[in-house]
């Protein structure tokens, strides 16, 4: 048995401890990547409860459930961070990255915890399909965010619209991984081709500013 709380005590005493010694971005990444293993281990428990009360198998869970459940979880932060302050738009991307990552890198330490780390194609797919798929739903919930923010259309129709983004995504990674053959390798090829067409993405809409 995995106890998913000592796990996230034992990655984030540390993680929390160094938030003394930062500042500027590297603090915000920081308190966001915590923000991120904190979000993951709630969206368990909730997802957990769901699954019970539906009665729902593990892929149905997965395909149906999962996919919701976290992105609105990740999601809940980034909108605490945009109603305490007015980030700039490369503060926002560096917060729904370390969200992303610090949410990709706990579950990938349980799942890892849980089933061993013998089998180096499981732990390879672990971390550049399941671990940047959770990155780059972030990054384009960002993007979205990002250009509610610039049109002027920041309402609760238009969060919706960029969470679904995310959702799809999410959704469309676990169904294709759902079932073994060309669907599978064709899942886990996604997170990565995504990653390089959003990074094209952030460079043009906010690190040029255009």
């Known amino acids: ?14 993680l929390a401890i ?9 603090r915000r990444f920081d308190f966001a990547f915590l923000s991120g293993m904190v979000t993951c281990l709630l969206a368990a428990y909730i997802g957990g409860f ?7 198998g593990a892929e149905n869970v997965s395909i149906f459930l999962s996919p919701i459940i976290e992105e609105i979880m990740k999601l ?9 302050y007015e980030p700039k738009d490369t503060e926002l991307l560096q917060a729904a990255v370390g969200i992303g990552a610090g949410f990709a890198t706990f579950e990938n330490c349980c799942y890892v915890l849980s089933n061993g780390a013998q089998n180096l194609s499981y732990v ?24 509610l923010k610039r049109y002027k259309v920041f309402t609760f129709s238009g969060i919706m619209g960029a969470l679904s983004l995310a959702v799809t995504f ?18 886990y090829a996604l997170p990565i081709l ?17």
Do not use: D, K, W
């Not at 769901?50 to 729902?56: H, I, K, L």
């Not at 809940?76 to 305490?84: E, N, Q």
């Open 18 to 26: 160094a938030l003394m010694f930062l500042r500027g971005a590297v």
């Open 124 to 147: 390879l797919i672990r971390g550049s399909a399941v671990g940047v798929m959770h990155l780059v739903s972030m990054v384009a919930l960002a993007l979205g965010l990002h250009l």
């Open 76 to 84: 809940l932060p980034v909108l605490f961070y945009l109603s305490l």
């Open 194 to 210: 995504f990653a390089l067409i959003l990074y094209a993405q952030t460079h043009r809409y906010i690190e040029r500013g255009e």
């Open 1 to 14: 048995m995995v106890y998913a709380e000592n796990i996230l005590i034992c990655i984030a005493v540390p």
């Open 50 to 56: 769901f699954a019970q009360v539906s009665g729902m």
């Open 170 to 187: 999410h959704a469309t990674y676990n169904l294709l991984v759902s079932e073994p053959g060309v669907s599978t390798y064709i899942g």
